[in-house]
Structures are given as C-alpha cells and as structure tokens.
C-alpha cells in the first residue's frame, strides 16, 4: 500500500517561505516608501524653523525684520538633529543658504533605512535624501 505523505509537507514548507518572501517584500518596501516620505518632510519643517529665525534685536527695535541667515542655518540643523527616528532609521543632515545671498535656505536630510525582514537574505541598508529650501522673507522697516 503507498501513501502520500510527506509531499503536502514539502508544498507547505515552499509555500510559507514563498509567503514570507513577499511580505517581507512589501513591509520593507513600504518602510523604505515611508522613510522617503519622511526624508522630504523633516527637511521640510528643518528649513521653515530655520526660516522663522529673524534677527530679534533688530526686529524689537522697531528695524527691519530681516532672518538672521546663521541662526537659520543653526536651527534647520538643529532640528534635524533633534528629531526623534525608529530604531532602523538614522539621519544626517545639512542647512546652507543657496547662493550666499541670504535669501532661500536649503536643507539636505538623509536618512538610513534598515530593513526589517529582510536582512536575512542580505538586503542592503536603503539611503534616502530629502530636500527643501525655504525663502527667507525679509521686511524693510
């Protein structure tokens, strides 16, 4: 008398790998979407911080409100540095003002994503930048 067993085992073992290949697929892929996404908004709010620095003492004097360009720069970066990240996400980044003309800040954010599910099979670490520039409005007194 033959059996079949052992073959639904061997189906059932392929199939659950085949399974968690592909959520592993779509979790780390949506992590790595979501990071993107995250890259462009950190930059975003770094460089309107950095945009809301006008220089006070002259501001309070009754002179023109004019951004200071340096703490701009100061505070675009600090808030990069002070935003709080997952475990698998890191970040660097970088305020400049484009040009040296003191009117539009840019700031460059890079973040490092680690995959979740998927460094078992020797997934890579994801690198993702993100980009805003600000103008920094100024009033003639």
Do not use: W
């Amino acid at each position: 008398m033959r059996t079949d067993s052992g073959r639904v085992s061997v189906f059932v073992a392929v199939a659950i790998g085949a399974v968690l290949l592909i959520v592993g697929l779509v979790v780390d892929g949506v992590g790595r979407l979501r990071t993107q996404q995250l890259a462009d908004n950190i930059a975003a709010e770094a460089a309107r911080t950095g945009g809301q620095q006008i220089d006070r003492a002259a501001a309070v004097g009754g002179g023109a409100k004019v951004v200071d360009v340096d703490e701009a720069v100061a505070a675009a970066e600090a808030y990069v540095d002070g935003f709080v990240l997952p475990d698998n996400i890191t970040a660097t980044g970088t305020a400049e003002p484009v040009a040296g003309d003191g009117t539009r800040l840019r700031v460059t954010v890079t973040l490092t994503y680690q995959p979740v599910m998927l460094t078992f099979l020797g997934a890579d670490v994801g690198t993702v930048t993100g980009q805003a520039t600000a103008v920094l409005l100024t009033e003639e007194p």
